[in-house]
């Protein structure tokens, strides 16, 4: 017995680091610049507490090449599903890397049975929804058919995500992931994904480009 239970013990061990050190699905050379990968695949580039930094490195300000963060930047912007709204996004991106923001919409959608879904800015229990955070990852390098551009500095963020469908009267909940990318103009646009137990697959919608308005 006490053999099973150290070999059992083991294996949480091994799985619990994998899932602490090992988030990424990709191999070691795209770690950084695959431009496939969801937002999902790359938790290795979200700063914890408790790791104090992605990959265990801290934070990271950005490169020389990349846009310098010296004040506050808001982003209020609209988002789309091909031509089709999808609300707007209000994002902040603050000197230290830090990312916060919140998404409200109101559309229908035609191809499925005309439903109409609004976003719940409480839930029940008080708490806010559609709001995200996250941080700058400057180590992630955009890349296209054309090549790589490494002027451009990434973002990656995720929150809880609530949506009313009126014409049912459900509720829909998950997780809501934004990225984005900022260029040396402060110009940013990019990404937003909704993945819920309710959907097959996940939704993908884009936003932006979007000037930025300095905070102090």
Not at 77 to 83: E, F, L, M
Not at 111 to 127: A, I, K
Not at 189 to 208: D, N
């Amino acid at each position: 017995m006490l053999i099973i239970s150290m070999a059992i013990v083991l294996v949480l061990y091994v799985v619990y680091t994998q899932n602490i050190f090992h988030h990424f699905a990709g191999t070691e050379t795209d770690r950084y610049t695959d431009p496939n990968a969801y937002p999902w695949e790359e938790s290795h580039l979200f700063i914890y507490d408790v790791l104090d930094g992605y990959d265990m490195g801290g934070r990271r300000p950005p490169f020389p090449d990349q846009p310098p963060l010296k004040e506050g930047l808001r982003y209020i912007t609209n988002v789309y599903a091909g031509n089709e709204p999808r609300g707007k996004i209000n994002l902040l991106v603050w000197p230290d890397g830090d990312i916060s923001g919140s998404w409200t919409a109101a559309y229908g959608v035609k191809t499925d049975r005309n439903r109409y879904y609004e976003t719940v800015q409480e839930s029940r229990q008080g708490e806010k929804t559609n709001t995200f955070k996250g941080n700058t990852a400057p180590l992630k390098i955009y890349k296209d058919d054309r090549g790589e551009d490494k002027s451009k500095l990434y973002f990656i963020t995720k929150g809880e995500f609530l949506l009313h469908e009126r014409r049912e009267d459900q509720t829909i909940t998950g997780t809501i992931y934004v990225t984005g990318w900022v260029d040396k103009n402060y110009n940013a646009e990019g990404e937003l994904f909704l993945l819920s137990l309710f959907a097959e697959e996940p939704e993908f919608f884009v936003w932006g480009p979007a000037d930025a308005t300095k905070v102090k």
